[in-house]
């Protein structure tokens, strides 16, 4: 493209709308003409963020206020629920990325049964894309509408779906014990994110119940060819950023865990942002912090048949703005790896 794409972003004064400008003031060929926040309309988003000073970039406003003739691509980052409407009212010639969780599940009804409201915009929900790159690269390059993956699920289907295609791990029986950073939950003020309430411990919550699920179920059916469900907890830890995701699996017969760690290499080798670490080799969160990168290791279980397999992510980076970034430079045409270059930050 020979002129700069001049995106928008909705929701700029969360976490996520946060992390995309501080991505993309940086990408070579996007120009940030529009950034809303209903809140915070009319304020230097410099005052909201300190941090995004000093790069020449438009006040906030409404979303009412944007001259869609002015814009070529957008970036959702409103919260769940608030977005089916936003989208199907926009431009139809505008190519989205939605980071909100209202069309990653395909089926409405779904969707319906686990955010407690119909789904606002089905004709639209027919043509999103499903923005795990690593899994769906074609269809995301041909896309229109791509729905962003969750944090969590991101780092739950990576080391998965390669096993499950290739009939290495058993589709019962698979656990997976996850771990998040507090922005996970997003920038509002809430009693349970208070510094008191989080420091210091670590708690569960969504106990059964918690809406990634039936997310990475989605996935992880489709990589098996049948249904699947399995077991999802998460659990909340006092630091900003991070994914851990401890995923315990049965082995297929005659099956090991230095198998499922050869197959995972072999599925990642020509990837940019997915790289699986040596035998005995644990990866921890804060050796992605800041990047796109997921880190994977695998290990056999002490019960027989068994095998341990780990991952992390960034939540706010792999986990959301960063992906969607990935997925806008597929969209559009450029590198994969545009704009997002950086390596983890460390300590």
Known sequence: ???????????????TGAELVRL????????????TAERQAGKPLAEVFPHLGGYDLPDLVKIDQVDWDGVDFVFCALPHGTTQEVIAALPPRLKVVDLSADF??????????WYGHAHKAPEL????????????????????????????????????????????????????????????AGRDAKQANLYGEVAEGVHAYGVA????????????????????????????????????????????????????????VD?????TFVRVLPAGVAPQTRHVK??????????????????ILLSVIDNLVKGASGQAI???????????????EQAPLFP
């Open 1 to 15: 493209m020979s002129t700069a794409l001049r995106v928008a972003i909705l929701g700029a004064s969360g976490y």
């Open 24 to 35: 993309l003031v940086r990408h070579p060929d996007v120009r940030l003409v529009a950034l």
């Open 104 to 113: 990653r599940l395909h089926d409405v009804e779904t969707y319906a049964t």
């Open 125 to 184: 929900q027919a043509e999103a894309v499903y923005g795990l790159v690593e899994a769906n690269r074609a269809a995301v390059k041909a896309a229109r509408l791509v729905a962003n993956p969750g944090c969590y699920p991101t780092a739950s289907q990576l080391p998965l779906l390669p096993l499950l295609r290739q009939g290495l791990v058993l589709a019962d029986d698979i656990i997976i014990d996850a771990k998040s950073g507090v922005s996970g």
């Open 209 to 264: 119940g918690h809406r990634h699920a039936p997310e990475i179920e989605q996935g992880v059916s489709e990589a098996a060819g049948k249904p699947v469900v399995l077991n999802f907890t998460p659990h909340l830890m006092p630091m900003s950023r991070g994914i851990h995701a401890s995923i315990y699996v049965k082995l297929a017969p005659g099956k090991t865990a230095d198998d499922l760690r050869a197959a995972l």
């Open 267 to 271: 599925a990642y080798k020509g990837e």
């Open 290 to 307: 800041g990047s796109n990168h997921c880190l994977i290791g695998v290990f056999p279980d002490r019960v027989p048949g068994r095998a």
């Open 326 to 340: 990935q997925n806008m430079n597929l969209m559009m045409g450029y590198p994969e790896d545009r704009g997002l």
